[in-house]
């Protein structure tokens, strides 16, 4: 089946780490996202990438960073700059190419901070 | 940038009555409008979308939003509620300049009573 595989479902960073969450996607989508998801806040965009080796800045890039090095790949790295990493994290793919289509899900990956 | 407004962050019907949850958005332009669902830890899943072809849009589970321009509103809404509805839902609008960039409002939580 195609889909967004997200992992781990769980994940947890100490003080001064980074860590990366996992993205993949088989639906030969040429857009990815990521969003942050807090309680009362919806969801908000940190990175997108609508082709490979490209990536645009969301409204909350800072303390994140993102590669698209392969079509079905978008990870991302939450570094120490990040001071407030306890979230809910969502990829998203869509199939871009400036049309508009909605968005596919993964199922999340909740990061906690120790 | 675009905006969407969801008033009020939770909702709360019997089974069988009728649904409402509203969502307005912020444009001069008739923008794509999009309704999602989310379960609890999963990702979100596309209701409905909106893209200028009919005012009333029908969607999965027996949902449906009406898109009014003069009122800069898209709510959704469903004659009975069944339990299974319980969730949260995403109202979300596409950038208009840049069709592969989202927003979303802040959510609304479903309840739903026996």
Sequence with gaps: ?114 | AQSVTQLGSHVSVSEGALVLLRCNYSSSVPPYLFWYVQYPNQGLQLLLKYTSAATLVKGINGFEAEFKKSETSFHLTKPSAHMSDAAEYFCAVSDLYNFNKFYFGSGTKLNVKP
């Design chain 1, 1 to 114: 089946d195609g889909g967004i595989t997200q992992s781990p479902k769980y994940l947890f960073r100490k003080e001064g780490q980074n860590v990366t969450l996992s993205c993949e996607q088989n639906l030969n989508h040429d857009a990815m996202y990521w969003y942050r998801q807090d309680p009362g806040q919806g969801l908000r965009l940190i990175y997108y990438s609508q082709i490979v080796n490209d990536f645009q800045k969301g409204d909350i890039a800072e303390g994140y960073s993102v590669s698209r090095e392969k079509k079905e790949s978008f990870p991302l790295t939450v570094t120490s700059a990040q001071k407030n990493p306890t979230a809910f994290y969502l990829c998203a793919s869509s199939i871009g190419q400036g049309r508009n289509e909605k968005l596919f899900f993964g199922s999340g990956t909740q990061l906690s901070v120790l």
